[in-house]
């Protein structure tokens, strides 16, 4: 009969197959293995699926199958499947060893989640590799899965034995895909990966690895992924080795905010273009939640290193003439507006007052605002009302680009007194009024018609001003 043989040097417990919890691997943070579950899992995962493992711990052959028992609580009866294993052979100590016994879990443990032969081999070439990482510090050279013809037990080697059918076979196909240990082991401690034809279908979803070893793809809409990724322990996984999008995407979105300069520079650059990748509609939350300095730092310099000290983040083109005219380089990207905001990059929200923002263009004040604004002031300061808490404003006409309904007609704000360019030019009345409430703001720093800005105005009146 043909096996896959998964093989290691170091001999495990046999508990670790037969006893629920067992785990060597459990307090090491480096190990892949820490639940204690996998390979009882693995045992009844693939003697459901009538393949029917054998392992053998050195000398010591373990050789699993199932009865069926029944179990009454007084109400009902109910038929479960013990599982087995006959043990032959010799034991670590020298002694000789020939029984069957019952373990303590069943066939239709994990039934629910457990459901793929994958997941088995998954387990058996993920302990395999602990094992020969922990005693010998690599495991090059002291593990290997192979196809084999017999079973044979072997002193001081640990051999698992899965009969070689249809779903085994399939795995074995794509095992460099889905350990990056055996044809990418410099990757092992890099958390972001080039694109590297790692996938064995036509999806362009990011593949997803733990410590080395290939969780899940990540597919979603057809869209591709600028990269794959290598998580540690940032990504938690189930009892089934499993993790779902919101998972997998906060831990993509964590290791993008720590990224290196080369890897943000690249992201940047794609998102200037049109291209649908995966990263582009990650939730920018799960970003914003790791804005340390550090992380702003790094953000900042790969933006410069980009596109230049004078570059800034523009969500839409609306915005790029006005930061153009200020001496910018307008960055279209249309997402990521709060992210990039967050992570200290500058934006349209930093450069921009916020009457720009809505959609007002500024040129040079017309002459007859001018006249308009130095005659109040010279009314104000006769009636000793002229006392500015700051210097000259700049005087300019605003045309309103975006706004419907109601018209802006003045106003102040940062240092500058604007007037509507409908009445900006003309002499009269409106003019007039438009420039004194907006002067009024100015001197005082009320809004128009607060209760400080009309004080201000009947203090005027009284003094005498009344022309």
């Known amino acids: 009969m043909t096996y896959l043989l998964v093989e290691n040097d170091g001999v495990a417990p046999l508990e670790c197959f037969t006893t629920l919890g067992v785990s060597t691997s459990r307090k090491d943070s480096s190990a892949i293995g820490q639940f204690g579950s996998g390979s009882k899992h693995s045992v009844a995962l693939l003697l459901r699926k009538g393949l029917f493992p054998i392992i053998c711990c050195g000398n010591l052959k373990l050789e699993f199958y199932s009865e069926p028992k029944m179990i009454d609580d007084g109400l009902s009866k109910q ?82 034995y899965v009969p070689f059918e249809n ?8 095992i460099n895909k889905r350990f990056l240990h055996f044809i990418e082991p410099e990757l092992l401690d890099t958390t972001i990966l080039a694109k590297n034809y790692r996938a064995w279908s036509e999806s ?5 690895y733990k410590k080395g070893v290939f969780v899940r793809q990540l597919c ?71 804005a340390v300095q550090r992380n702003k730092d790094r953000w900042k310099a790969a933006w410069e290193l980009c ?5 800034v983040h523009c969500p839409d083109i ?23 905001r967050a992570m200290g990059i500058p934006t349209h929200l930093d450069l921009l007052d916020e009457h720009e923002v809505s959609g007002l263009d500024f040129s040079e004040a017309p002459k ?10 010279d009314k104000l300061i006769s009636v000793n009302l ?49 420039v004194l409430e907006s002067t009024v703001c100015f001197l005082t720093g009320s809004t128009p018609m607060s209760a400080d800005n009309n004080d201000f105005l009947l203090r005027a009146v009284v003094g005498g001003w009344n022309d």
């Open 386 to 434: 002229w006392h500015p808490r700051e210097g000259e404003p700049v005087l300019a006409q605003f045309t309103a680009t975006v706004k419907e309904g109601s018209t802006m007609r003045t106003f102040y704000a940062n240092g500058k007194l604007a007037v509507n360019s409908d009445i900006a030019g003309s002499e009269g009345p409106a003019l007039t009024q438009a």
């Open 307 to 311: 596109f230049g000290a004078k570059a």
């Open 79 to 160: 038929e479960f499947n013990n599982v087995m294993v006959k043990m032959s052979g010799k034991t670590a100590d020298g002694k000789n060893i020939n029984k069957i016994q019952a373990l303590g879990f069943t066939l239709e443990f994990g039934e629910l989640d457990w459901t793929e032969v994958e997941f088995a081999m998954r387990e058996f070439v993920s302990n395999s590799l602990d094992r020969s990482i922990r005693e010998f510090g690599e495991f090059s050279g002291h593990m290997d899965v192979r196809v084999v013809d017999n079973v044979r037990t072997m002193a001081g080697v640990t051999r698992v």
């Open 220 to 290: 979603e809409d057809r869209k591709d992924s600028l990269y794959d990724y290598n998580f540690k322990d940032e990504l938690r996984l189930d009892e089934c080795r499993n993790s779902d999008d919101y998972a997998v995407k906060a831990a993509i979105s964590k290791a993008l905010c720590q990224a290196p300069s080369e890897i943000l520079c690249e992201l940047f650059k794609k998102l200037t273009t049109d291209e649908n990748f995966q990263e582009r509609h990650l939730d920018g939350y799960d970003v914003r939640r790791h």
């Open 368 to 377: 007859a605002m001018e006249d308009a604004y130095a005659w109040c002031k």
């Open 318 to 340: 609306f915005f790029y003439d006005r930061l153009v005219r200020k001496g910018y380089r307008p960055i279209m990207i249309n997402c990521w507006a709060k992210t990039f």
């Open 204 to 208: 362009g979803g990011a593949m997803i």
């Open 167 to 174: 779903d085994v076979k399939s795995y074995y196909m794509h």
